[in-house]
Structures are given as structure tokens and as C-alpha cells.
């Protein structure tokens, strides 16, 4: 089994910043991968942002050059920097975590961005 904890929601203005952080607990492998997904009202849940433990990063392209994920491997924390945050990008941020593809995916409980305009 593996935790998820996230922090880092908020509130902000159209143009602004946040930056999420979601701390891994549990059974973690030394290889696996770490990322964001996000759900908006009456939406689906979608892609956002994953790292693999070797660094290798993914972004959806609504986020790209406004979004950066990094991780730090020894903490097994993975991070969101959100700049330039448009009132689009508010929805429910949800951490993730797999080993590898086919095994099962971990999610946190969900962070709260709103960003008004």
C-alpha cells in the first residue's frame, strides 16, 4: 500500500503561483512514477503532469511553459510549480503514484486550486 498526502492549495488571482507538494509513504519502489492529475467541476479527471523516478517529465499541453513538476526521490516528494495560473486551471489536484504500468495507481485525497479572474 502506498499514502498520498497533498498540500499546497489555495486561492489565487488569475497570473499568480502555487506550488503543490504530495509526500509518498508506504510501500515505494525505488522505480515508479509520480504526477498530477486534476478534475474540474462536471468534469472527468485529467492528465497534468508526471515525473519518473529517473526524471523523465510529461505535461499535458494546456500546462506546458506554465507548469513544472520535479521530485525529490529521497523524500519521496513530488512537487507542482503553477505560474501564470488562469481561471481554467481551478479544479481539484490529485497526486499520483504507480510502480510501473499494469500495477495498481495510488491517488491523494485531492488539493483545492481556485483561481479567479
Known amino acids: 500500500q502506498v499514502q498520498l498526502v497533498e498540500s499546497g492549495g489555495g486561492l489565487v488571482q488569475a497570473g499568480g503561483s502555487l506550488r503543490l507538494s504530495c509526500a509518498a509513504s508506504?510501500?515505494?519502489?525505488?522505480?515508479?512514477?509520480m504526477g498530477w492529475y486534476r478534475q474540474a467541476p462536471g468534469k472527468q479527471r485529467e492528465f497534468v503532469a508526471t515525473?519518473?523516478?529517473?526524471?523523465?517529465?510529461n505535461y499535458a499541453d494546456s500546462v506546458k511553459g506554465r507548469f513544472t513538476i520535479s521530485r525529490e526521490n529521497a523524500k519521496n516528494t513530488v512537487y507542482l510549480q503553477m505560474n501564470n495560473l488562469k481561471p481554467e486551471d481551478t479544479a481539484v489536484y490529485y497526486c499520483y503514484y504507480r510502480k510501473v504500468v499494469g500495477t495498481p495507481a495510488y491517488w491523494g485525497q485531492g488539493t483545492q486550486v481556485t483561481v479567479s479572474s
Open positions: 508506504g510501500s515505494i519502489s525505488s522505480v515508479n512514477t
Open positions: 515525473i519518473t523516478s529517473g526524471g523523465r517529465t
